[in-house]
């Protein structure tokens, strides 16, 4: 199918570039493709995909090439029409839609994925050579420290291991920290990152000196000491930034523990070493940033039943095994928010294990307030193990979704516990246990499962001291939310 109007502006960029060759509109033969290379779909793939498509980057082929294109080129449209690639799980549908969109959302609009399609169809034409826009760079702005271990951590076998150092961030004073970024050295092995920051000096003074500062030791899949989690790293993740008006405090000689998830995978004797990049403001900033979760409940009134349950059960948090859409749903009201004002819900982080195939969160008010409706969608998308991201809402703070004490928040997910979901089948496998699904219920552990929404919070700051020293920072209670400390 030809779109007659396509054909009559590209006839024109053409005609312009190949200096009238007028046959090329008449010849009926051969007509105008509808796109090329270098004036469409080039342009598309390096700002959607050569981010990881790229030599030497994480995906397993490079897409810089024409070459590379045309060879995967229907691969490419499957990907991109099943919602799989780029890599990006946020849904938008009837039940769920956040009132604001993402940042960095690098999905393909309808029209960019027809532009694909007719570039194909219509033989892969080349175009005329033009240079093809980068990548939007990944890297942080304004770098103020970076942090490296000092011992890097070798890999072996085929195990997944959970790595822990502990890094120094090298502030005395109070601190405000508005960016952050995980740099993996070995992108073969590390499968992600969580920072979290150890607030209390106490706690500060022993991991110090059990562990010492940027050696590594295996700190298992729950061990991650932390007051609470700064930011969640995975492959192909734009940095953490906030704006200068919300920041993360960082405590005087705050520490950070940096826990990578090594996805060895026979990759034996792969050193790595793994830095993170840190920018200080020297702004007192007018909120502050703090992780937060709600969801992962046990039984009523907060769980809901289940259609697979026995009806008159009381509901449990289980995952029968061979249930392809298994739900939960919960509901937590949260009575207290620690004495925290001005709360705004500036990211959603959604975390899952190895089985769960969606997630999503709304927000129930007991009546409308200001711009906040009585209830709306918070966030809603798939689930994949493996691109595990932070959605951030692309609005200025003020017109971010509010929560006040009172507010109910409600969490829904699914789970294909069947052994045709190849996730089931890695969970086994990595569990060492025969490929059979099992029942699966709420924990921490690979053969466990979650449902938790972890949120970016930003709420008022306390007003800016006469001088550093004179008021000590504590930092705040969150009331009922529970502050995560550990995510695999
Ligand atoms: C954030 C990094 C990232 C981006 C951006 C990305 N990919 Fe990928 N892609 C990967 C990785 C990693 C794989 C390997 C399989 C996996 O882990 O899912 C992959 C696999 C693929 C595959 C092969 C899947 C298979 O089954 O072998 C295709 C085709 C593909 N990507 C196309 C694209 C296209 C087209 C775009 C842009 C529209 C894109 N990708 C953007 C990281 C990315």
Same mark, same amino acid.
């Given at each position: 199918?030809?779109?007659?109007?396509?054909?009559?502006?590209?006839?024109?960029?053409?005609?312009?570039?190949?200096?009238?060759?007028?046959?090329?509109?008449?010849?009926?033969?051969?007509?105008?493709? &509808?796109?090329?290379?270098?004036?469409?779909?080039? %342009?598309?793939?390096?700002?959607?995909?050569?981010?990881?498509?790229?030599?030497?980057?994480?995906?397993?082929?490079?897409?810089?090439?024409?070459?590379?294109?045309?060879?995967?080129?229907?691969?490419?449209?499957?990907?991109?029409?099943?919602?799989?690639?780029?890599?990006?799980?946020?849904?938008?549908?009837?039940?769920?839609?956040?009132?604001?969109? =993402?940042?960095?959302?690098?999905?393909?609009?309808?029209?960019?994925?027809?532009? @694909?399609?007719?570039?194909?169809?219509?033989?892969?034409?080349?175009?005329?050579?033009?240079?093809?826009?980068?990548?939007?760079?990944?890297?942080?702005?304004?770098i103020s420290k970076t942090m490296t %271990?000092? /011992?890097? =951590?070798?890999?072996?076998?085929?195990?997944?291991?959970?790595?822990?150092?502990v890094l120094d961030p090298g502030n005395k004073e109070l601190t405000?920290l508005?960016?952050?970024?995980?740099?993996?050295?070995?992108?073969?092995?590390?499968?992600?990152? /969580? @920072?979290?920051?150890?607030?209390?000096?106490?706690?500060i003074?022993?991991?110090v000196?059990?562990?010492?500062i940027g /050696?590594?030791?295996?700190?298992?899949?729950?061990?991650?000491?932390?007051?609470?989690?700064? $930011?969640?790293?995975?492959?192909?993740?734009?940095?953490?930034?906030?704006?200068?008006?919300?920041? /993360?405090?960082l405590v005087p000689n705050a520490k950070m523990?940096?826990?990578?998830?090594?996805?060895?995978?026979?990759? $034996?004797?792969?050193?790595?070493?793994?830095?993170v990049d840190l920018?200080f403001?020297?702004?007192?900033?007018?909120?502050?940033?703090?992780?937060?979760?709600?969801?992962?409940?046990?039984?009523?009134? $907060?769980?809901?039943?289940?259609?697979?349950?026995?009806?008159?059960?009381?509901?449990?948090?289980?995952?029968?095994?061979?249930? %392809?859409?298994?739900?939960?749903?919960?509901? &937590?009201?949260?009575?207290?928010?620690?004495?925290?004002?001005?709360?705004?819900?500036?990211?959603?982080?959604?975390?899952?294990? @190895?089985?769960?195939?969606?997630?999503?969160?709304?927000? $129930?008010?007991?009546?409308?307030?200001?711009?906040?409706?009585?209830?709306?969608?918070?966030?809603?998308?798939?689930?994949?193990?493996? =691109?595990?991201?932070?959605?951030?809402?692309?609005?200025?703070?003020?017109?971010?979704?509010?929560?006040?004490?009172?507010?109910?928040?409600?969490?829904?997910?699914? =789970?294909?516990?069947?052994?045709?979901?190849?996730?089931?089948?890695?969970?086994? &496998?990595?569990?060492?246990?025969?490929?059979?699904?099992?029942? @699966?219920?709420?924990?921490?552990?690979?053969?466990?499962?979650?449902?938790?929404?972890?949120?970016?919070?930003?709420?008022?700051?306390? %007003?800016?001291?006469?001088?550093?020293?004179?008021?000590?920072?504590?930092?705040?209670?969150?009331?009922?939310?529970?502050?995560?400390?550990?995510?695999?």
């Amino acid at each position: 199918m030809r779109h007659p109007l396509a054909l009559f502006t590209f006839g024109v960029g053409l005609l312009t570039a190949a200096c009238g060759t007028d046959t090329m509109i008449e010849d009926d033969d051969k007509p105008v493709p &509808r796109a090329t290379w270098y004036q469409d779909v080039g %342009p598309i793939v390096a700002q959607h995909c050569m981010g990881c498509h790229s030599p030497g980057g994480i995906a397993p082929f490079s897409l810089t090439e024409y070459e590379d294109a045309v060879e995967t080129s229907m691969q490419m449209v499957e990907k991109v029409d099943a919602g799989e690639m780029p890599p990006f799980d946020a849904r938008e549908d009837a039940d769920c839609t956040p009132r604001h969109t =993402w940042v960095d959302d690098p999905r393909l609009t309808d029209a960019q994925k027809q532009t @694909l399609h007719a570039w194909i169809e219509d033989g892969h034409a080349l175009g005329t050579e033009a240079e093809l826009p980068k990548p939007k760079s990944t890297a942080l702005e304004g770098i103020s420290k970076t942090m490296t %271990p000092s /011992v890097g =951590w070798t890999t072996t076998g085929t195990k997944d291991q959970f790595i822990c150092y502990v890094l120094d961030p090298g502030n005395k004073e109070l601190t405000w920290l508005t960016g952050l970024q995980v740099r993996p050295g070995n992108a073969l092995v590390v499968h992600h990152a /969580v @920072l979290t920051e150890l607030t209390k000096q106490e706690d500060i003074t022993a991991v110090v000196a059990q562990r010492g500062i940027g /050696v590594p030791w295996d700190c298992g899949d729950n061990q991650t000491p932390g007051d609470f989690v700064v $930011n969640v790293w995975t492959p192909g993740n734009q940095p953490m930034q906030t704006p200068v008006e919300l920041a /993360v405090p960082l405590v005087p000689n705050a520490k950070m523990v940096m826990q990578i998830h090594y996805h060895p995978a026979g990759q $034996n004797n792969q050193i790595d070493f793994t830095s993170v990049d840190l920018r200080f403001s020297s702004v007192w900033p007018r909120k502050m940033y703090f992780v937060a979760a709600v969801g992962n409940e046990l039984e009523a009134p $907060n769980l809901m039943p289940s259609p697979d349950e026995a009806p008159g059960a009381p509901p449990r948090f289980m995952i029968p095994k061979n249930v %392809p859409d298994h739900p939960e749903k919960m509901f &937590r009201t949260l009575e207290s928010l620690g004495g925290l004002t001005g709360v705004k819900v500036f990211s959603v982080n959604p975390h899952m294990h @190895l089985v769960g195939t969606h997630i999503s969160g709304k927000i $129930n008010r007991p009546a409308a307030r200001g711009n906040d409706p009585k209830s709306e969608c918070l966030a809603n998308g798939g689930w994949n193990f493996d =691109w595990q991201r932070t959605y951030i809402y692309d609005a200025p703070i003020d017109q971010l979704p509010g929560i006040e004490a009172g507010d109910t928040i409600e969490i829904s997910c699914k =789970w294909n516990n069947t052994i045709q979901n190849p996730f089931v089948q890695r969970m086994l &496998r990595d569990s060492n246990l025969p490929p059979q699904p099992i029942d @699966l219920q709420l924990g921490e552990q690979t053969t466990n499962e979650m449902c938790l929404e972890i949120f970016g919070l930003a709420v008022d700051a306390p %007003p800016p001291p006469p001088t550093a020293r004179s008021v000590p920072f504590v930092m705040p209670e969150l009331g009922n939310f529970q502050r995560r400390r550990n995510i695999q």
